[in-house]
């Protein structure tokens, strides 16, 4: 067979949580949870299972789980979107930002990611036919450089893909950042697509920007964002996407010759559970102190901590404990240490090695404890 992607390797997620299990090592690298998600949601599941409701659900996703993401996203930020109109329930974020790109990006379009960046969106472009514009964000601090992406935009751009809390590097972008980006975007007609996926995860009391919250970003942006992640749940595979209403309806078309429908109990027990805030709002403080646990216990290491102000990753240096490239440096690490973690060259185009490495800290105190024993004899 001639490989239709014959450059395209297996995701360095897959990769890495492999030789984690083969080696029996203590897994910080792909993200997710190694505690159990609150027992009230598996029940509110099991309860519309019990009920019967195993069917197929509307395409759009099942109406009390959009009314229930609506109320939510317009009592934080501030935007009302429409749950019948706006609002479509995806298998998880990584579905709803392909067909997001799909459902807009014409072949020989322009689509802007700011590198590093998520390692799906440089192939959805590439599946739609785009063309990825790579801008770095600003070496070290990870920040957005707005001259750079204002001379990135034009007429063949048709949309930028940003990322905020941004995965791998946990920086957050403040409010004078979106202003920015609204600015930039004004005279343009490029879209937007919102990667808010780690939406509460933001610490030492910022908050998060949606860009729900900018009028002039939200007319013109696919919001994205995912039950995995707030409620600890990742394999359940559950998102959303909020768009105004002719970008949804054009999501749709795609959406549904895509999955067609999401899991059905599953989307009944998430809107049930949706309706206590207090797992949600409670999310920043329960991450912060894992995040500070785990930073405190670097500190017994060699590693340069760099910052996370959100999300659940923590990226250190590794320049003052190895010599080896940072992908090397991880297979040592996992084969001979027992503790995995993620390169960030995964997330560049080119292979960019700075000798920093990606950890999650999603996980059991005993299990960052562990890990950070293990790292601290390097
Ligand atoms: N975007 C980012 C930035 C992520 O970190 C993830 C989680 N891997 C996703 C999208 C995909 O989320 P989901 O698991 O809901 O598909
Ligand atoms: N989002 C998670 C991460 O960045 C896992 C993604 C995946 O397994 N594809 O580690």
Redesign the pocket.
Known sequence: LQSKFPAMGTNI?TIMSALAAEKDAVNLGQ?FPDFACDPKLVQAVTDAMTRGLNQYPPMTGVAPLREAISAKVEAIYGRRYDPVAEITVT???????LTAILSVVRPGDEVVVLEPC?D?YVPNIELAGGVAVRVPLTPGSFRPDFDKIGAALGPKTRAIVI?SP??PSGTVWSEADMLRLQELVAPTETLLIS?E??EHMVFDGAQHQSAARFPGLAARAFI?S????TYHV?GW???YVAAPAPLTAEFRKVHQFNVFTVNTPVQYGLAAYMADPKPYLELPAFYQRKRDLFRQGLQRTRFKVLPSEG?YFQCVDISQVSQLGEADFCQWLTREIGVAAIPLSAFYGNGFDQRVVRFCFAKKDVTLNLALDRLARL
């Not at 298998?91 to 930002?97: D, E, K, L, V």
């Not at 995912?226 to 992640?229: A, L, N, R, Y």
């Open positions: 997620f993200g298998a998880g974020a990584t579905q709803a930002i998520y799906s990322n941004h995965n990667d996926v780690y994205v995912s039950f995995g992640k990742t595979k559950v998102g999300t």
